[in-house]
């Protein structure tokens, strides 16, 4: 599905963001890519929707070059961008435009997805709030049941009610045949949908792991006293204790906590997996 290998990429010379990066995914996953401000999350997604070329290395994305941009390579994917740029149609129009250019594209679906969002077809697109926008462009993506989805920020904008529709319509709607990546800060919002979390530094991949395997292997914890908790990889302070990953199950699994994994992982912890 994607394959980019020996990625290199700048905007500036001096400061390379991408050097060597691989990035591979396989369909029927919903990966989350995480990284703090400036990581090279957005960058990547663009290299891989081809709105950016790579500077060398070689970027293959459902058998196409994305950067080539061939219709039948648009009409498979769909990057959603944290800013939205829609014209001033109204939902029904713009569907009549644009749902065409996607071979799969679900009206029905769409229809489901608007009234679960509480959008009209007779909204005008660019009276709509950003947040309104947001939750058009992704009931439009999910609808077009593309090969590849990528989401920029999906969540930025969007009230709490909508992000729990969000996951809702995002977990019932990806089929095995699909592959999502969402790029996001708000790690929470799609804690229970991911199941593979692939991390980005520094222009590097960092760490990268399914959800099965991580909490087959560690425990989310909260403890009152560190001397309490054993094969403590990693604790942050809370409310009456520490949150802590441990080494080892005891044969419960624990529901997975990616802010501190993700701290875990960006305070250089080993973690073994
Ligand atoms: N158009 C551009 N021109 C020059 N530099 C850019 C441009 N877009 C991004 N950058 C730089 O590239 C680096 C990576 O940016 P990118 O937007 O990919 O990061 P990100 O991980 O998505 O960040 P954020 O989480 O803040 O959205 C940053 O240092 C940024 O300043």
């Not at 697109?125 to 920029?152: E, P, R, T, W, Y």
């Not at 995002?170 to 708000?186: A, G, W």
């Not at 425990?219 to 006293?225: D, E």
Request: charged letters at 25%; aromatic letters at 10%; a negative charge.
């Amino acid at each position: 599905m994607i394959f980019a290998k020996n990625l290199s990429y700048h905007y500036n010379r001096k400061t390379p963001l991408f050097q060597n990066l691989d990035f591979e995914q396989t369909e029927g996953s919903i990966i989350g890519l995480l990284g703090k401000n400036g990581a090279g999350k957005s960058t990547l997604l663009k290299l891989i929707s081809g709105l950016l070329k790579s500077k060398t290395g070689s970027v293959l994305v459902n058998g196409f070059k994305p950067y080539q941009r061939r219709p039948d390579f648009l009409s498979d994917i769909f990057l959603v961008n944290d800013e939205p740029f829609l014209p001033p149609l109204t939902i029904t129009s713009y569907l009549k435009v644009y749902a065409p250019l996607y071979k799969n594209f679900d009206i029905e679906k769409m229809h489901k997805i608007l009234i679960e969002f509480d959008l009209q077809g007779h909204c005008n697109l660019s009276k709509l709030s950003h947040g309104q926008q947001k939750k058009f462009v992704i009931a439009f993506a999910l609808s077009a049941n593309c090969k590849l989805l990528l989401l920029d920020e999906p969540t930025n904008g969007l009230d709490i009610p909508s992000k729990s529709v969000f996951r809702k319509v995002l977990v019932n709607s990806v089929e095995d045949h699909q592959l999502v990546v969402i790029s996001t800060h708000q790690v929470k919002d799609i804690e229970s949908v991911i199941d593979k979390i692939v991390v980005l530094e520094d222009g590097e991949i960092v760490f990268k792991n399914d959800v099965c395997s991580i909490t087959e292997k560690l425990k989310f914890n909260k403890v009152s006293t560190l001397s309490e908790a054993s094969e403590v990889i990693y604790s942050e302070k809370c409310a009456g204790g520490f949150n802590t990953i441990q080494y080892g199950t005891d044969g419960d699994e624990t529901e997975i906590d990616i802010e501190l994994l993700f701290n875990a992982i960006y305070n250089k912890t080993t973690i073994n997996l």
